[in-house]
């Protein structure tokens, strides 16, 4: 098969080096991809959202799949693109189309969502700038800590959790009245703190039949004990000790069931992955969000740990018959720590010189924002540069692993956390 990957972080880097191993990929190509997915298959230039680029490559090379990797392709559409063209129709793709997008593409349509299911989530309220004062009242009045969701896409970061209630007031006129993110603000969802422990969930369905993917747990702040901003994630591991038979059915009969349920209800064709973000709170899951596609870095430690050939699944989601395709999990853990450039999540500079990354053997290098020189050197060319992913017998293994192929690697000014997955070592102690 030829197999198109859209995307260039390092979710899309995992994406191809798992795909990369089935014996039915014939040729890869990953569009505009990194550094690190040119070793594997071939970039091609062109932009995740330049549908008319991407079809005309479709075409010319005989691409039988076609694997979405970030989002604003999904919410903008890339589906029903492929969907209304006659010469694209046939084409498998894994991604849902624009209807079921909105689960990410709209907070507040998320949220309805959810109330329409029954759905386990945070009590919440929208408000625009035609009801300002009416949102400045409200969270005035809320229970504090307080939560504030830009509605739209906001690249992981438009989330605030305001401490008191005079930061909800002003956070909230930041959103709605200076366009803190773009148009992506110009609804905010003010919801309920929910307390308790975060994890991520991942489901992969065809619109009918679902597979439960390993659990991960994600570490969204810059600083180390979850200090500073949020930023596009800095380092997961997975399992999640706490995800057990009993959590997971939980998990299955409250918030998986329903949400395929809904989405059938209302005539929404999905297929592809969910990523449900969830809070544990003693014992009982409650959806923070929903995601149309597999989380970054996330995807560095759940692909890891599916032993079976991926692209299998891949091709039962995209053509409905997952029910008929199964999967083995390894045993082992798998832990991924993040490098960054300095100033990350804030400005920073690109171009910086990567070395050392051909002498790391105990773990795997995914490359997130990289690129090649001229000299066929290896450049920094994003925030998130490296998700460096260790496997072990035991989490403590796993990260030591990473953390020994982290050590390995330089370039000026790098940056990462030094505390990725020593909360889950406590619980496990």
């Not at 972080?9 to 795909?19: L, M, N, Q």
């Not at 029903?80 to 349509?109: H, Q, T, Y």
């Not at 386990?120 to 700038?129: G, K, V, W």
């Not at 969910?274 to 409650?286: E, H, R």
Request: proline share 3%; charged share 25%.
């Amino acid at each position: 098969m030829n197999i198109l990957v859209l995307g260039s972080g390092g979710r899309e880097h995992a994406f191809s080096w798992k795909i990369a191993q089935s014996s039915r990929c014939e040729n890869l190509f990953i569009a505009p991809g990194n550094a690190g997915t040119a070793q594997i298959g071939t970039n091609v230039d062109i932009k995740v959202n330049d549908f008319e680029a991407i079809k005309s490559f479709v075409l010319q090379n005989d691409i039988d799949l076609v694997v979405v990797g970030p989002e604003d392709p999904l919410v903008n559409g890339i589906r029903d693109f492929f969907e209304g063209d006659e010469n694209l129709s046939k084409i498998l793709m894994v991604g849902p189309g624009r209807a079921g997008a909105e689960l990410e593409g709209s907070k507040d349509f998320s949220k309805k969502f959810m109330e329409r299911h029954g759905i386990p989530t945070a009590r919440s309220r929208t408000f625009t700038l035609d009801n300002l004062e009416e949102g400045l009242n409200y969270v005035s009045s809320h229970p504090t800590p307080v939560v504030l969701k830009a509605d739209g896409l906001a690249a992981g970061k438009g989330v605030i959790i305001s401490e008191t209630n005079e930061h909800a007031r002003e956070t909230l006129k930041e959103m709605l009245v200076d366009a803190k993110f773009g148009n992506a603000s110009s609804r905010v969802v003010i919801e309920q703190f929910l307390k308790g422990i975060e994890l991520s969930i991942f489901v992969l369905t065809d619109g009918r039949n679902y597979k439960i993917l390993p659990e991960a747990k994600d570490y969204k702040r810059i600083g180390e004990n979850d200090s500073g901003l949020n930023t596009g994630g800095m380092g997961a591991v997975s399992p999640v000790p706490f995800a057990d038979d009993e959590f997971i059915s939980k998990v299955e009969e409250r918030i998986i069931r329903p949400t395929i349920n809904g989405l059938t209800s209302e005539g929404i064709d999905y297929k592809g992955f969910l990523f449900i973000g969830l809070m544990n709170m003693d014992g009982d899951p409650y959806v923070i969000e929903y995601n149309v596609r597999m989380g970054d870095p996330e995807t560095q430690v759940v692909l890891p740990r599916i032993e079976s050939d991926l692209l299998d699944l891949l091709i039962a989601t995209a053509n409905g018959s997952l029910d008929q395709t199964d999967f083995q999990l390894s045993d082992q853990a798998a832990t991924t720590v993040v490098m960054v450039s300095g100033g990350y999540p804030e400005s920073y500079e690109k171009g910086k010189e990567i070395t050392g990354i051909e002498n790391v053997q105990e773990s795997t290098v995914f490359h997130a924002g990289t690129k090649v020189a001229e000299n066929d050197s290896i450049l920094t060319n994003g925030g998130r540069v490296l998700a460096i992913t260790g496997r072990g017998d035991s989490v403590a293994k796993a990260l030591e692993n990473s953390y020994n192929g982290v050590a390995k690697i330089s370039w000026s000014e790098e940056y990462h956390r030094g505390d990725i997955g020593q909360d889950i070592l406590k619980l496990l102690n």
